[in-house]
Each structure stands twice: as structure tokens, then as C-alpha cells.
């Protein structure tokens, strides 16, 4: 069974980092790019990065490029989202998706975990 877990998520003061990571299992991430997404209360899902299969190519939006860092490890089946700088508005559940290929729109994954919540606070 295809399965994407989450996992790192939780409380961090404002300016603070983590490190999200997202394992794959039943399936190998090498032909998959992997997006990462979050959703606060109210809001729409937005993508916050996305690396390509090979991990040469990376984009972030605005609102978190320089701040946030994508990798990957194919050998461990494994994506990573370091996040630096963190502030209030960074607050949300963190999904990661996979693909064949980025797509901006949530809606061009078949494939997701179930989340991990980041909260940004003092």
C-alpha cells in the first residue's frame, strides 16, 4: 500500500527552525516529486515547496523562499523540509504529496500523508 508519513512537527518559538521529514513506504520515491503543502484554519492548502524526482530541481513561493529548504534522500525513501526563521503566520498542518512531476495546485497529487502540525508561537 502507497503510504507518506509525516513526521517533526511541533511547537517552536518565533525565529526558531524545524525540520520536517516524509517517509515513503510501499512504493520507491525515486520517480516521484514530492511537494510540500500546509493548511492553516480557514485557509485554502497552499504549497510551500516542491523538489523533482532527481532532487536537481527545487521552487519555493515567496512567502517562505530563503527561510525554507527542500532535500531529499532516495536511499532512505526520504524527504526533508528544513524550516528556518520561523514566524506566527508559518502556523499550520504541514502535508507532504508526491507526483510525478511539481505541480503548484494541490490537486495534481494522487498521493499524501497525513500531516504534521507546526505551531509558531512565544
Known amino acids: 500500500q502507497l503510504q507518506l508519513v509525516e513526521s517533526g512537527g511541533g511547537l517552536v518559538q518565533p525565529g526558531g527552525s524545524l525540520r520536517l521529514s516524509c517517509v515513503a513506504s510501499?512504493?520507491?520515491?525515486?520517480?516521484?516529486?514530492i511537494g510540500w503543502f500546509r493548511q492553516a484554519p480557514g485557509k485554502e492548502r497552499e504549497g510551500v515547496s516542491c523538489i523533482s524526482p532527481s532532487g536537481g530541481s527545487t521552487n519555493y513561493p515567496d512567502s517562505v523562499n530563503g527561510r525554507f529548504t527542500v532535500s531529499r534522500d532516495n536511499s532512505k525513501n526520504t524527504v526533508y523540509l528544513q524550516m528556518n526563521s520561523l514566524k506566527p503566520e508559518d502556523t499550520a498542518v504541514y502535508y507532504c504529496?508526491?507526483?510525478?512531476?511539481?505541480?503548484?495546485?494541490?490537486?495534481?497529487?494522487?498521493?499524501w500523508g497525513q500531516g504534521t502540525q507546526v505551531t509558531v508561537s512565544s
Open positions: 504529496a508526491a507526483e510525478r512531476g511539481c505541480s503548484r495546485s494541490p490537486d495534481g497529487y494522487d498521493y
Open positions: 510501499g512504493f520507491t520515491l525515486d520517480y516521484y516529486a
